[in-house]
C-alpha cells in the first residue's frame, strides 16, 4: 500500500530568531556603529527562510578599523538570539557573523563569540592599542589631506575666475590690415586649418604644423595675440599662463604651510602659447568673428592688394617657407633611415643650402635632393658600420649642400621633382601661401614662378600717382583697417 501521507507545511515565520544587538562595554562609538549596520535586519526571506540584510556587508566602511567585517562588528556589539545556546559553554547563543544566523535558520546552532578562539585573537588585534594608533595617524593625515585637497580645488577655481575676468571675450569692429604679411598669413592659416575657429586649441598637436619649424610656432603665436589679430580664450586652461606662484603647492610653501595664509593667484603677463586656446576678437561673437578675419586677410592678402613693399615680404616669406619644408622633409628622412638629427652647428649650412636652391627651385625638386643625400648617408652607414652614426648624418648635409649649390647655380641641372610627401605634411601656413592666396601648386611653384606671376602692386590711395613712390611712403602710411559693418 502507497503512502499518501503529505510533508509536514514548512514554518517560514523566523522572526523569532531576529537577533538582539547589544554594545560591547567600554566599546569605541565607532565600532558600535559599525557593528549595528553589519546585523541591521529587514527580515527572512519567505521562499528561503535565510536573512535578508538591509546593507551588503560590502557597502559598509569599517572607517579604517581593518578587515573582515565580522571581525570589525564583534569588536563592537554582541548579536544575540534568544532561546538558544551555546552547544560549547551553554551561554547566549552570540553570532560570529551573518553566515552564523543563517546556520541557526538551518537548526543549527555554531558555538559562540567567546568560544571561537580565532575570532577573539582577531577581535583583539583590531582592538591593539598600536594598531589604533596607526589608524588615528592615518585618519589625521587623510583629513589633513582632504583639508589641503579642498583648499586646492578652491585655488584653481580662484585662478579660473582670474583668467574668466582677464581674457574675458572682447569683441572688435575692425582689424588692422597693416599687419606684417607672415602674421597676417599666419592668422589667415590658423582659421583655415583649425579643427574649430570658435576656441582653436592643441596648436602643437596639429598633424600638419602650423609653421614648416615647430620651434617657431610659439613665438609666432605670441606675435599674433601681441598684434590683436587673434586673442587669448578665456576657458584656456589655468595652466596656460604664468602665476606669481606657479602651483598651490608653490603658494602653500610660500605661506610657510599655513592654509589660511596662501596668497590669491595672480598672473603674470606672460603665457605659454601651445596650451593656450584662441579666438577672433571681432563682430560679436568667436564664430562671427572667426569668418570676418578670414574674410578680411584673404582680401588683404591678394596679390594684387599688396604694395610693392609687401609683395617683396610676400616673396621673402614663401622662400623662407619652402626653405624650412625642406629642411623639416631632411630631418624626417633622417628619422626614416634611423639617423640622428644634425647638430646646431651643421643646422645652419643646411639651412642656408635649402634657401639657395629655394631661390631657384620648386620644393619637388628639393625633395629629390634631400632624398638624394640622406639616401647616400644611409648607404654610407651600412658600408661602415663603426663609423658614428651622427657622422653619417653630417655627411648628409654635405651631399645635400653640394646639390643645392649646384641646383642654384646650373639652371641646366635636371631634377625630377618628387610629389607631396605624406607621411611630412605641408604646414599650414604654406599651404595657405602656396594654395589659397597664390593659387599655386606648393611643389610644383618656384619663387622665380611666384615674382614672374605677381599682378602689378597696388599703389596707395594717400600717395599722388604723379609722386615719386618711396620706402619711406610706405612707413609712413597710417594703419590699413576694414571696418565691421
Not at 61 to 67: A, E, R, T
Not at 75 to 81: D, E, K, P, Q
Not at 372 to 385: F, L, V, Y
Request: include cysteine; proline fraction near 7%.
Amino acid at each position: 500500500m502507497s503512502d499518501t501521507s503529505q510533508p509536514a507545511a514548512v514554518t517560514n515565520d523566523l522572526s523569532h530568531l531576529t537577533p538582539t544587538v547589544s554594545a560591547v562595554d567600554d566599546a569605541d562609538p565607532e565600532l558600535v556603529a559599525i557593528g549595528e549596520r553589519y546585523w541591521a535586519l529587514a527580515g527572512f526571506h519567505p521562499a528561503l527562510g535565510a536573512p535578508d540584510w538591509c546593507e551588503k556587508a560590502a557597502d559598509i566602511d569599517s572607517q579604517g578599523w581593518g578587515k573582515p567585517l565580522y571581525v570589525v562588528a564583534a569588536a563592537g556589539v554582541r548579536a544575540t538570539v534568544a532561546d538558544h545556546a551555546c552547544p560549547q559553554c551553554g551561554g547566549p547563543a552570540t553570532l560570529t557573523s551573518r553566515t552564523a544566523l543563517t546556520q541557526v535558520c538551518n537548526g543549527q546552532v555554531p558555538p559562540c563569540v567567546e568560544c571561537t578562539d580565532s575570532l577573539q585573537t582577531a577581535v583583539q588585534a583590531v582592538l591593539d592599542p598600536r594598531r589604533k594608533a596607526k589608524r588615528d595617524i592615518a585618519r589625521k593625515q587623510a583629513e589633513e589631506q582632504r583639508v589641503i585637497t579642498e583648499a586646492r580645488a578652491e585655488w584653481t577655481a580662484m585662478q579660473r575666475q582670474s583668467m574668466a575676468v582677464n581674457y574675458a571675450f572682447r569683441f572688435n569692429a575692425e582689424a588692422d590690415l597693416k599687419r606684417p604679411v607672415r602674421e597676417m598669413l599666419a592668422a589667415l592659416a590658423l582659421l583655415r586649418y583649425a579643427p574649430s575657429t570658435t576656441q582653436i586649441c592643441n596648436i602643437g598637436d596639429w598633424p600638419s604644423p602650423l609653421h614648416p619649424d615647430r620651434d617657431k610656432v610659439p613665438s609666432l603665436l605670441g606675435e599674433l595675440v601681441r598684434s590683436g589679430l587673434i586673442a587669448i580664450h578665456p576657458q584656456s586652461p589655468v595652466g596656460a599662463v604664468v602665476w606669481e606662484s606657479e602651483s598651490f603647492e608653490a603658494a602653500l610653501a610660500a605661506a610657510g604651510g599655513d592654509l589660511d595664509a596662501v596668497a590669491e593667484p595672480q598672473k603674470d603677463s606672460s603665457f605659454y602659447p601651445l596650451l593656450a586656446h584662441y579666438y577672433a576678437p571681432y563682430g560679436t561673437s568667436a564664430g562671427i568673428g572667426a569668418t570676418f578675419l578670414d574674410d578680411a586677410l584673404n582680401t588683404a592678402l591678394a596679390p594684387e592688394k599688396l604694395t610693392s613693399g609687401r609683395q617683396d615680404d610676400l616673396l621673402t616669406l614663401a622662400q623662407k617657407l619652402l626653405t624650412a619644408e625642406a629642411v623639416r622633409y631632411f630631418q624626417h628622412r633622417l628619422d626614416e633611415v634611423n639617423l640622428p638629427a644634425i647638430t646646431e652647428t651643421h643646422r645652419q649650412r643646411l639651412e642656408d643650402a635649402a634657401s639657395k636652391a629655394a631661390a631657384h627651385r620648386p620644393l619637388g625638386e628639393l625633395y629629390n635632393l634631400v632624398w638624394r643625400s640622406t639616401r647616400a648617408a644611409a648607404e654610407g652607414a651600412q658600408k661602415n658600420p663603426r663609423a658614428p652614426r651622427v657622422n653619417m648624418s653630417t655627411h648628409a648635409v654635405n651631399q645635400f649642400e653640394t646639390h643645392a649649390h649646384r641646383a642654384a647655380a646650373d639652371s641646366s641641372f635636371e631634377i625630377k621633382p618628387f610629389n607631396e610627401v605624406t607621411s611630412c605634411p605641408l604646414a599650414a601656413m604654406t599651404r595657405t601661401l602656396l594654395y589659397t592666396v597664390l593659387d599655386r601648386s606648393p611643389i610644383e611653384t618656384s619663387l622665380p614662378d611666384i615674382k614672374n606671376s605677381l599682378p602689378e602692386p597696388a599703389i596707395d590711395p594717400g600717395i599722388s600717382p604723379a609722386a615719386p613712390i618711396t620706402d619711406q611712403h610706405f612707413d609712413d602710411l597710417d594703419d590699413v583697417t576694414i571696418t565691421l559693418h
